[in-house]
């Protein structure tokens, strides 16, 4: 009889020489996330979606699902990506800014800005890839920096164009042949829409419902491209969004707010960030906080909170980056400092309770339910459930797998670990060299 080590050469070189592999742990399903930028939870419901409605047949929907509060891009998203409050991760809005030096870094500069989402806290990519994963991001918010020095493995930089049916296409052939060609297990896509018309036109206007036909169409095309890859029985496909779009309340029906009216933004505030939909933020000039929240506390139509008296369903309060001051409007009032910019017929930022700021969560693939409905969930969950499929060990996280598990199969994602799988197929080649 062999001993041992004799085997384990022959298993070594038998694997090296390519005759038996050497089988790896079964490598879990992938999982592409989409992302359609300020898709409302019912836009889907006054235009016609074949393709989306194919999905609730082949997947799992949920009624609508609720993101956290901070109902903006780039907060919302990460919280989708890291399964932590937006306190921890400390992207607290669309903008890079410094209350002490004033800095204020657009939307577009913050993509490539390290320093804006590297907190402490690590994103899926990351965390994926130190467990051996091959992880990329299309576009996505928060995919293009460096966590504790570590970049994504494949990295495309969103560069903001007019909506285009044939790019959109085309990205999605690239995703594809990451999956297929390159094995990579986790890639994350984003569009731009149908957030931008919303603002643009807002929610009820005809050119939402026609974004609305061109995604449903794109999400056509992706199973197909899905099917044209070989990817139907290896790739989940999670589709979501980051906040939903209410129409901004303007005059004659509403009188709309003009802050400066009820404080001297000047005099008052050394830093500020209004006129940028329903949530704002301002840090008073010394020793002027109470003078400011009492002045707020007077302007109808909306309410005004101390940082450290924000309602802990915010999780909001442990933020340091956070400006002493928190605004939020009424739904549907904007935030105006001192004048009213007539330009975003569409806004989002609100409370994150209100309808209208629910988006929408889509599942379909080898371990998620056929033609199952959930019942609407926070958006944090969604984190455990991509770790889940993944086959990962989660980071520490505010979600709960208990939450989202009743969209997979009983099966699905309930594979050993990939350490356990190792070794029992070793075990088991042993057993077959042993019986030779
Ligand atoms: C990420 O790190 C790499 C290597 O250090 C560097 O070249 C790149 O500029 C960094 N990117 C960002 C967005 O910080
Ligand atoms: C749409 O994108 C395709 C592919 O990138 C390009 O060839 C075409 O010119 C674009 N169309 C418009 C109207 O920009
Ligand atoms: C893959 O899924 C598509 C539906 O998206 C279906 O039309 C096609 O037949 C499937 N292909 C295989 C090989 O199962
Ligand atoms: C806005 O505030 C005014 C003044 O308090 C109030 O009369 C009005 O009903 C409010 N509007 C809405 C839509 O809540
Ligand atoms: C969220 O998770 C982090 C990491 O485990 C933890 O430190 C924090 O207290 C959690 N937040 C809440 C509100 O439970
Ligand atoms: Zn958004």
């Given at each position: ?39 409302r ?25 609720t993101p956290?509060?901070?109902t ?171 906040h939903g779009m209410t ?84 739904l ?16 989002h930022g609100f409370h994150n309770g209100e309808m209208d700021m629910k988006t ?77």
């Amino acid at each position: 009889m062999k001993t041992m080590q004799q085997l384990l050469l022959l298993l070594t070189a038998a694997s090296s020489a390519g005759g038996i592999p050497l089988s790896r742990a079964p490598p879990s399903n992938k999982l592409l996330l989409v992302s359609f930028d300020g898709f409302r939870w019912d836009y889907d419901q006054d235009v016609d979606t074949p393709h989306l409605d194919q999905l609730g047949r082949d997947g799992v929907k949920a009624k609508y699902i609720t993101p956290p509060m901070l109902t903006m891009t780039s907060p919302s998203h990460f919280t989708t990506v890291s399964g932590r409050w937006v306190e921890d991760h400390e992207v607290v809005h669309n903008m890079m800014f410094d209350a002490k030096t004033n800095l204020k870094v657009s939307h577009r500069e913050t993509l490539t800005r390290s320093e804006w989402w590297d907190n402490g806290v690590l994103p899926l990519w990351i965390t994926a890839q130190n467990q051996g994963l091959k992880t990329g991001s299309f576009y996505f918010p928060g995919g293009a920096a460096n966590y504790s020095g570590q970049a994504v493995n494949r990295v495309v930089v969103e560069d903001p164009k007019p909506p285009n049916e044939t790019e959109w296409r085309q990205n999605i052939d690239t995703v594809m042949s990451w999956f297929s060609d390159e094995d990579f297990h986790l890639v994350t896509l984003y569009y731009g829409e149908p957030d931008r018309v919303g603002h643009a036109k807002g929610p009820d206007h005809q050119d939402r419902k026609t974004i609305i036909r061109q995604i449903d169409r794109t999400i056509g095309y992706l199973r197909e491209a899905i099917a044209r890859h070989q990817l139907n029985d290896s790739l989940n496909v999670i589709i979501t969004s980051d906040h939903g779009m209410t129409t901004v309340k303007k005059r004659p029906q509403v009188e709309e707010l003009v802050l400066n009216k009820y404080l001297n933004l000047l005099k008052l505030a050394s830093f500020e960030i209004l006129d940028y939909g329903g949530f704002g933020i301002l840090t008073p000039r010394p020793g002027k906080e109470q003078e400011v929240f009492n002045a707020l506390s007077k302007a109808p139509n909306l309410t005004v909170y101390k940082k450290n008296e924000l309602p802990e369903s915010f999780h909001l309060a442990k933020s340091e980056r956070l400006p002493p001051i928190v605004v939020v409007a009424d739904l549907g009032f904007n935030l105006n400092s001192r004048l009213i910019f007539y330009v975003n017929k569409g806004d989002h930022g609100f409370h994150n309770g209100e309808m209208d700021m629910k988006t929408i969560f889509r599942a379909f693939g080898p371990d998620f339910k056929k033609n199952f409905v959930s019942e609407p969930f926070d958006s944090i969950h969604i984190y455990p459930l991509m770790c889940k499929v993944l086959q990962i060990e989660p980071a520490p996280h505010n979600g709960s797998l208990a939450v989202t598990q009743n969209l997979l199969h009983s099966g699905g994602g309930q594979r050993a670990p990939r350490s356990v799988c190792l070794l029992l197929s070793l075990l088991s080649l042993l057993c077959t060299f042993t019986l030779l």
